[in-house]
Each structure stands twice: as C-alpha cells, then as structure tokens.
C-alpha cells in the first residue's frame, strides 16, 4: 500500500499507547535498568525510556524467544499426550519503540525462518506483532546502518515509522494494512501530515563501505590472515549473536521430568566453540578465526547472495555488548 | 484437610550412616518414615547441584550425613565433603535458598539411635517449616509457558 | 608508560618473547586487547582507568599459545590471575614475561611467580565498602525476599557465558554446561536453567576468584553476578582465614584442615 503520512501529537502517543494497554496487548518498550536498556513488557507510558540510541538486547525475543517450546509430551499408563506448540495461538504484541534497524531486521529473520523450512510457531508470532517504530535521532561511532542499505528513516519492517520533528510531536508514516488498522481504530489521535520534513530529524550516519563491494571481497578471501587478526582477542562467548536482531541459530533441547517432557529451542551461537562439533570429535571451524570468518561471511556474503536479504542491519549492538571490544565494523573496513 | 508430610531426601554415606540406618532398624527403633535414602560410597562424592536437583524434584528437606571427622572410611572425604558444605550453605543463603531445609550431621554405623533422631527431629522442622514451594516453582518450567 | 612500551619493544626485538599481550585504543572509548609481534607495534600500547579487561584469560588458550612465549601488560587483577593460575599450575615460571603496571603506570618487572606473590602481599583482596553494603542488604531480606530478588536478577541472562569467557580461571577446555551426557546444568535461559548455572558457577570459583570484576564487566546484561562470588570470596575468609592467591597454598575447596570448624553439623 502507499505510505500515509499524518501528525500525532506528544500527548496523544502518550494515549494511542494507552489505548494499545487497555485493549489488552502485550507492549514490549525500552526499560533503563541500570547500565542497560532492555525491551521489556511494560504496562506504563512512563516506564518507557527515550534515551537510548539502540537498546542492548534486540526485539527479536518477540518472534523468537530466547526458550522456546516446540512441543510437550505426557506419558500415562494407557498413552502419550503430545501437545504441539504450533498449535498454539500467540498473544497480540506491540513492539514499541524498535529503530529502523530493528524493524529491518525482521525481514531476514522472517526469510531465515520460511526458506527452506516453513517455521509456524514463528510465523504464527510474527503475525501477531505490530512493529512500531521510532526514527533515530542520534547515532554514535558504532552504527553503520547506512552501509547495509538502510537508514535512520528506514521504513522497510515498520508498521508505523514515528519520527520526533522539532516541534515535539511526531509525524507518523503509516507503512502496511496493520499500521492503517491500528490508526482506523484510533482516528482521533491522528492528524494532518505535517509540514515539518523528516530528513532535518534524522541523524546522519557516515557510510563506512558499500556493500555489495564487501560482497564481492569477501568471495576471495576464505583464507586470508584477517581472520586470525581480527578475533584473536575473542573470548568466545555467545553475546554478539544473542544481542544480534537477524542472529536466528539455536540449539535444541529435550528436558524431561518423569513423565512429562518438553522439547525446547534456546538461543546459541556459532562463537561457542562446540558450535561446529561433531560427534566423530571433529570440528570443522576449530579456531576462533574459522569462526569470526563464518559470522562475517555469513552476514555479508552468504545471506545476502542465496537469500538475498541482509545479513546485517548496522545497529553496533554486537560490538557495543562484546566484552573483548571486538568491531564487527572495524574488521569489515579493513578487509 | 490432610495434614501436610514433609518429603525428605537423605544423601548419606555407605560406611556409616547407611549402616548406622541399617542399624536403626535391627534395633527396632520406630522413626519417621518421610525419608528417602540415597546411599552414596562417600560424602566426598555427594555434588553441590544434587541437593538443588532434589528440592527441583519436589524435595522439602534434604539431609546429607556421613562418618565423622577422622572416620572416614576413605580417609578424608568427609573434610573436603565438610568444606564443599560450608561453602555451599554459605552460597544457597545468599541466594535465598531455605539452609534450614537441610541438615547436615554426622552419623556413625553405631550411632542407630541418632540417626532415628536426626530423621524426626528433621521431619518435625520440615513439617513447620511447610512445604517448599519457592524452589519447586522456578524448577516447574516444564508446567509452564517459557518467559520470552 | 614509556618504560612498557621501550620494555615490551626490547622483548620482540631480541625474540625473547614473540608476542606482547596489552591493551591498546578499542571503540568509542574502551580499551580493547591488542597482541603485538613487531617491536614497531608497540606504541600502540596504552594504559589508564579504563583497562578493564583481564587479559590473564587469553594464557590459557591454546590459540594464542601457539603464537609463542608472550610478555603480558599486568596490572594488579592480572597479576592475582597470573598467580593464581600458577598456583593451579596452568603456567610455567618460564613460559611468559609479566609486565606490571601500578596504576600509575610504572613498570614492574617480575622476575618470578614468588616475586609477584611477595608484591601481592601488600596489595591483598579486599571487597569494597559499597559491595559489603550490597551484600549484607540483600543477606538482611528475608529468605523468600532474598530469593525473589536473585530469580529476578538473574532473568535477563540468556546464557552468553561470557561470564565464564571473560574468567581466566574458566579454563576447562570443556565446560560441564558443554556436556550433554548427561545435561547436568540445563543450557536453556530459562529461571531454572539460569540458577543451576550461576550456582555451579560461584561454586567453580569458591576460593579461587580474585575478585577482578571481569566477570560483571563482560555481561552484556549488566547483571550484578559478581555479587556472588564476592560473597563467597567473604565467606572463605570468614570460615578459613585471610585469603588470596598463593604458591604455598592449596585451593580452599581441593584442601582441608582436620580441625575445620563449622556450627551447623549436628
């Protein structure tokens, strides 16, 4: 559909949030607590924070939790009951509060979750979100989301992209048929578009590489020393996937008790050494080098050219959350 | 309304309290029969994580009991045993977990009587105390949907 | 300052170490590790408050061992690790070059593991104020409180482990949460999951921690799990006497005295 720009006032988003609680949907928002900014269920307008540039953790909890059950089983005397989570139905969600890097990166995510392998548990979650967005007002050395072909003003996975004009009231780009229902059910806070453009609200991110260049470096240097280099000070832990918003690989897990049982699918990450171990004993990415190298080329080479869709939002979050200060933008650029 | 029974989970050692149990019962000494016993070759083989398993399994009380200082059947797994449990207890009541729940003694193979006493002396506790719930809830994440 | 960067220089050049682990400038303003093979790299290294990580956790891999003898930038964390690996014998007196670093950014060079212990005797652990503070608040709440609190606080871990990578004295070099026969410690984030391993964790580290915070530093979640080992940090030295990382001394947990005291054995 066509975008439909309109002006909603400071106070009414205050009510159109409200409205959102009242009529009973989960909202997930950006919660300061302590060092960090977490989205978070939150039930008050006041609970929300503005003062974050990205949140620590990404919103992809809300399609893809952290644990997850995929189905359940009961044994009784007589039978086995298995109870299937995709027969499940998943609660409304607003996500509220997500950048413009956060909203692309469902585009990936929901490819990952349906190319070769139709995820119903995930797209069952998935059509329940209303993403609702928040244009970046300012950015730090750590964003570079103009290099992966996206931008503070990114509408591409919103529902409704809000950008803060100067005034202090924002203009509402309404993207899909979700974002015109939610505005159809709250016409009255929602008013003429406004005259105020939105590019002077936008931070201006520097473009650091271009993209499809690093695509296309990247098919020739399997076996360079970069790699090496580059994570030598990885510690490797699971923080850049887990913080990471298109970052999809998990792990399976049965966990019984009795007669009761639940297979479930948590978070991991292709950092973990034991990622690639085989039950032979070999492991084919042994060191952390051959394991930097697959995160990267993954992101910037394997995803796009099969999938075409980017592995990469340029949010920073992994870099921002690495302990050992490993840059995911500092090893592309110097390649 | 039934009265509440406490469950109980005894980690004990083979040489002594295993046999100061056994010795409990040719005595004919009448006890609590809340406990279940897990007989171990040695309280130095007893893991921290299996007193947590056994409240994550309904467990109210546990006790862990094993030969005395300088009786040990292996020579010293009871100290370094004694050790792990002081350091445990300390790390459980810094995380909220109920040391009351557990009780630790010393029980020789001669020792029936006591060993009949450490079991309702317990029993009683546990029963005041009521059942353990807390613990037991946050281990029944299988009964419940998963926290995104 | 200087005298770090002409000693470590002096170390490649004569090959006597063939890479310098320091920190060097990283993102924004954190420092980040850099590991040195040519003399002329190290300039790059830097040292100030915001030196953070524990570098003594890169000793133990076997990645960067294989990059040869190294010379480490040690400030007094990383020389508690050192120590303490040592200790455990995870290190050879002749397998590295430490190069202290007081805050004030003097070298020390250490000619030996008893000499870093010798100057470790007046720079001994000692848990800061506001975390005693922290400790005895939450040891003050009573116990279904206490509990509520730490369920909570542990809810934001999705199981990273960075905890345990940022740890030099996570050196296993497979993890009991990596085996799965059996799972012993459940790997999924879940409340339960989360509490068996922070126990386990804190358990692991029981009279071995030095305190050095890398832990707290190194999760993404802000997650104040050092709280935990700081308390076990106090109660070994409540139960067994002044503590720190020792030659002489076996690790409180795979040591014992007969004459152990405890109140609560019946």
């Known amino acids: 559909m066509q975008t439909e720009n309109y002006t909603i006032r400071k106070a009414s988003l205050e009510k159109l949030f409200n409205n959102l609680v009242e009529k009973g949907k989960t909202v997930y928002a950006p919660k300061a607590k302590g060092k960090v900014v977490l989205f978070e269920n939150v039930e008050r307008f006041d609970e929300?924070?503005?003062?974050?540039?990205?949140?620590?953790?990404?919103?992809?909890?809300?399609?893809?939790?952290?644990?997850?059950?995929?189905?359940?089983?009961?044994?009784?005397?007589?039978?086995?009951?298995?109870?299937?989570?995709?027969?499940?139905?998943?609660?409304?969600?607003?996500?509220?509060?997500?950048?413009?890097?956060?909203?692309?990166?469902?585009?990936?995510?929901?490819?990952?979750?349906?190319r070769d392998y139709t995820d119903i548990i995930y797209n069952k979650r998935f059509e329940k979100i209303l993403i609702l967005t928040f244009s970046c007002s300012k950015c730090d050395e750590y964003c570079f989301c103009t290099s992966v072909n996206s931008g503070t003003g990114n509408t591409a996975g919103s529902d409704i992209l809000f950008t803060k004009l100067s005034t202090g009231d924002f203009l509402a780009e309404v993207i899909t048929e979700k974002g015109k229902l939610l505005v159809e059910e709250n016409s009255s806070l929602f008013e003429a578009k406004p005259a105020e453009s939105k590019e002077q609200n936008l931070?201006?991110?520097?473009?650091?590489?271009?993209?499809?260049?690093?695509?296309?470096?990247?098919?020739?240097?399997?076996?360079?020393?970069?790699?090496?280099?580059?994570?030598?000070?990885?510690?490797?832990?699971?923080?850049?996937?887990?913080?990471?918003?298109?970052?999809s690989c998990f792990d399976i897990q049965d966990e019984s008790h009795g007669g009761n049982g639940s297979r479930l699918r948590c978070w991991d990450s292709c950092g973990f050494s034991l990622f690639t171990l085989h039950t032979s004993g070999h492991n084919p990415r042994e060191t952390q080098g051959a394991r930097w190298r697959q995160r990267i080329l993954h992101k910037f080479l394997y995803m796009p050219d099969q999938s075409k869709v980017a592995g990469c939002v340029g949010c920073g979050r992994c870099s921002r959350a690495c302990p050992a200060d490993i840059n995911i933008l500092d090893t592309v650029t110097s390649l | 309304m039934t009265e509440f029974e406490p469950k109980i989970v005894?980690?004990?050692?083979?040489?002594?309290?295993?046999?100061?149990?056994?010795?409990?019962?040719?005595?004919?000494?009448?006890?609590?029969?809340?406990?279940?016993?897990?007989?171990?070759?040695?309280?130095?083989?007893?893991?921290?994580?299996l007193l947590l398993k056994a409240f994550g399994e309904g467990a109210d009380g546990i006790i862990v009991s094993g030969c005395h200082p300088n009786d040990?059947?292996?020579?010293?797994?009871?100290?370094?045993?004694?050790?792990?449990?002081?350091?445990?207890?300390?790390?459980?009541?810094?995380?909220?977990?109920?040391?009351?729940?557990?009780?630790?003694?010393?029980?020789?193979?001669?020792?029936?009587?006591?060993?009949?006493?450490?079991?309702?002396?317990?029993v009683n506790a546990i029963r005041d105390l009521g059942p353990y719930t807390d613990y037991a809830k946050v281990a029944g994440y299988l009964e419940k949907e998963a926290e995104v | 300052m200087n005298e770090l960067i002409k000693k470590a220089a002096e170390l490649l050049e004569s090959n006597v170490v063939q890479i310098v682990i320091g920190y060097g400038k990283g993102s924004a303003e954190r420092t980040r590790t850099i590991f040195i093979t040519e003399a002329s790299g190290c300039d790059q290294l830097i040292f100030d408050s915001r030196c953070i990580?524990?570098?003594?956790?890169?000793?133990?891999?076997?990645?960067?061992?294989?990059?040869?003898?190294?010379?480490?930038?040690?400030?007094?964390?990383?020389?508690?690790?050192?120590?303490?690996?040592?200790?455990?014998?995870?290190?050879?007196?002749?397998?590295?070059?430490?190069?202290?670093?007081?805050?004030?950014?003097?070298?020390?060079?250490?000619?030996?593991?008893?000499?870093?212990?010798?100057?470790?005797?007046?720079?001994?652990?000692?848990?800061?104020?506001?975390?005693?503070?922290?400790?005895?608040?939450?040891?003050?709440?009573?116990?279904?409180?206490?509990?509520?609190?730490?369920?909570?606080?542990?809810?934001?871990?999705?199981?990273?482990?960075?905890?345990?990578?940022?740890?030099?004295?996570?050196?296993?070099?497979?993890?009991?949460?990596?085996?799965?026969?059996?799972?012993?410690?459940?790997?999924?984030?879940?409340?339960?999951?989360?509490?068996?391993?922070?126990?386990?964790?804190?358990?692991?580290?029981?009279?071995?921690?030095?305190?050095?915070?890398?832990?707290?530093?190194?999760?993404?979640?802000?997650?104040?799990?050092?709280?935990?080992?700081?308390?076990?940090?106090?109660?070994v030295t409540e139960n067994f006497g002044p503590y720190g990382p020792s030659l002489n001394k076996d690790n409180t947990l795979s040591s014992f005295k007969p004459e152990d005291k405890e109140s609560f054995i019946k």
């Open chain 1, 48 to 114: 929300i924070t503005e003062d974050y540039i990205v949140t620590t953790n990404s919103a992809k909890s809300v399609v893809f939790p952290r644990v997850e059950e995929v189905f359940s089983y009961k044994k009784t005397k007589e039978k086995t009951e298995i109870s299937d989570a995709s027969a499940n139905s998943f609660p409304d969600v607003v996500l509220w509060g997500s950048r413009p890097c956060d909203a692309a990166a469902f585009i990936p995510l929901t490819n990952t979750f349906n």
């Open chain 1, 203 to 247: 931070a201006n991110v520097k473009t650091y590489f271009n993209h499809e260049e690093v695509q296309s470096k990247l098919q020739n240097l399997f076996e360079n020393p970069v790699w090496d280099e580059k994570s030598r000070a990885c510690l490797g832990c699971g923080s850049c996937a887990f913080v990471c918003p298109v970052c």
């Open chain 2, 10 to 49: 005894a980690f004990v050692c083979n040489w002594c309290t295993y046999a100061g149990a056994d010795l409990t019962g040719t005595s004919r000494i009448k006890y609590a029969t809340n406990v279940k016993i897990i007989r171990f070759p040695c309280t130095g083989r007893i893991d921290f994580m």
């Open chain 2, 72 to 122: 040990c059947h292996y020579t010293s797994g009871n100290f370094h045993a004694r050790r792990r449990w002081i350091m445990f207890r300390g790390l459980l009541d810094m995380l909220g977990i109920d040391v009351r729940r557990i009780q630790y003694s010393w029980v020789s193979a001669a020792e029936g009587a006591k060993w009949a006493d450490i079991v309702n002396t317990t």
């Open chain 3, 53 to 235: 990580q524990n570098l003594a956790v890169y000793l133990t891999k076997a990645e960067i061992k294989k990059l040869g003898k190294p010379a480490i930038v040690a400030p007094v964390p990383v020389l508690r690790s050192i120590l303490q690996l040592a200790s455990e014998n995870q290190l050879t007196e002749d397998g590295l070059v430490v190069l202290g670093v007081t805050p004030e950014s003097t070298l020390i060079e250490f000619e030996s593991f008893a000499a870093i212990e010798t100057y470790l005797a007046s720079h001994k652990i000692e848990i800061d104020e506001k975390y005693q503070k922290i400790i005895e608040g939450i040891k003050s709440m009573p116990v279904e409180e206490r509990f509520a609190y730490w369920v909570k606080e542990l809810e934001p871990c999705f199981k990273c482990y960075a905890c345990r990578a940022a740890c030099p004295l996570c050196y296993c070099t497979r993890c009991t949460v990596e085996n799965n026969q059996p799972q012993w410690i459940k790997s999924a984030s879940h409340p339960l999951g989360n509490l068996e391993w922070h126990v386990m964790r804190a358990m692991h580290h029981a009279g071995r921690c030095t305190d050095c915070d890398a832990c707290y530093e190194a999760c993404p979640m802000g997650i104040p799990i050092h709280l935990l080992t700081k308390s076990m940090l106090q109660d």
